[in-house]
DNA sequence: TTCTTCATGTAATTAGTTACATGATTGA
DNA sequence: TCAATCATGTAACTAATTACATGAAGAA
């Protein structure tokens, strides 16, 4: 009856999907318990709405990848999903294709970009909520990094993973702050005007030099 | 009949909306004109589809924060949008609005994050793509910064802002970079499955004391 | 025992993408 | 003169968000 076909003939699975089948693979979960997952970790990387953690493992039960064992408590209805041998071969699968590299969204850049129809004060300002929004951010993770040196993480079997995602998310709020700390720098020197702001051409050449890294 | 309140009552502006109208108070533009200026920097900070930029100035225009010009080229019809008076006071209201932290999200990264289920080979096929991407990303870049210390960048009179900008994506880019020639040399020690991998504790502590920048 | 937070879900809406269609321009 | 690319736009679809509703559990 089978073809032995992984591939899920009906709706196409998403980053999404996988991202929450990974999930299940790592343990069976309610859609709330997979949103206190989305909270510490996964969700910095791949952040989505609680809601859409109620809808995807329909879709991933439907096709097959995933198990839903309805249960209740009270009266109210609770729904466990857990992955199913299929569900761990098309994740393993996925695991080897490429992947998309990061997409980066930033408001306040696109505030910074266009700084100059604005006042310099609104700039400052601007970095300096990009610099605190990078100092909380890492606060977080090393309380989250210290928690897992000390034994106490969840996963400890998933530690040597965690850990690499973990660093870039460190080195990524690092390197904010320290852009921050830099551009706060440079705008501080504009006149209150930023349309009479002259090109910094030390900065810039700095800028061009850093930059130089990969080029030969 | 005005109330001489500038904040718009119809449909919500989106920092999409806002996006474009920064693009719009630096030129006037068609729609096809705006795909080419996110090609060459804001769609790397605000990534849209082409189609958006069709569809988002005729709701600035249907607001009165941007004047739509018909015109032809041959038999077809052609669209220029300009900024209004009103559409640069709304845009520097914005500007002066705290504006929200980054956003990342990151395939490569998800993949990472359940390596555990797949193979280290895949693991290592995935931290080598980060890092070609950060490569491809950066060469385009100092392509950008060098034209423009040449003199030759397409708005001069940009420059000073541009740099602001440009400056975070050289550090993004550079720690993409360095974070996955780390990442290579770590997962390079785990055995073929990962789930055989072990706490790399040395590494680990280099990690949680490297996020101590920020914390007392 | 009442208030708040935790937990479980659905419905309505929207922002965004992909796919398509086709005329204009350039250059081999 | 034909093919490729540039340019201009619409339509269909979908992934995701916000808003809402309400029961359960714990705390005051």
Avoid: C
Wanted: no cysteine; hydrophobic share 40%.
């Amino acid at each position: 009856m089978s073809t032995a076909d992984d591939r899920p003939t009906g709706p196409r699975l998403t980053t999404t999907s996988y991202a929450i089948l990974g999930l299940l693979a790592v343990r069976s979960s309610s859609s709330y318990e997979l949103t206190r997952q989305m909270g510490r970790g996964l969700g910095r990387i791949w952040p989505r709405a609680a809601s859409k953690l109620y809808e995807e493992p329909k879709k991933l039960a439907a096709l097959g990848l995933a198990r839903a064992r309805e249960g209740s408590v009270g009266e109210r209805r609770r729904t466990v999903y857990s992955i199913t041998p299929k569900g761990r071969r098309t994740l393993a699968a996925w695991l080897a294709e490429p992947g998309a590299g990061p997409v980066l969204e930033s408001e306040q850049l696109v505030k910074l970009f266009f700084a100059d129809h604005g006042t310099t004060r609104d700039a400052l300002a601007t970095i300096a909520a990009a610099r605190a929004w990078a100092e909380e951010r890492n606060e977080d993770n090393v309380r989250v990094g210290r928690a897992y040196l000390g034994g106490e993480g969840e996963f400890q079997e998933r530690v040597a993973t965690n850990m690499v995602v973990g660093a870039f998310l460190t080195e990524l709020y690092r390197t904010v702050a320290e852009w921050a700390d830099w551009a706060e720098q440079v705008v501080g020197r504009w006149p209150e005007d930023p349309r009479g702001a002259t090109l910094d051409r030390e900065a810039m050449e700095w800028v061009v030099d850093r930059a130089g890294w990969s080029v030969r």
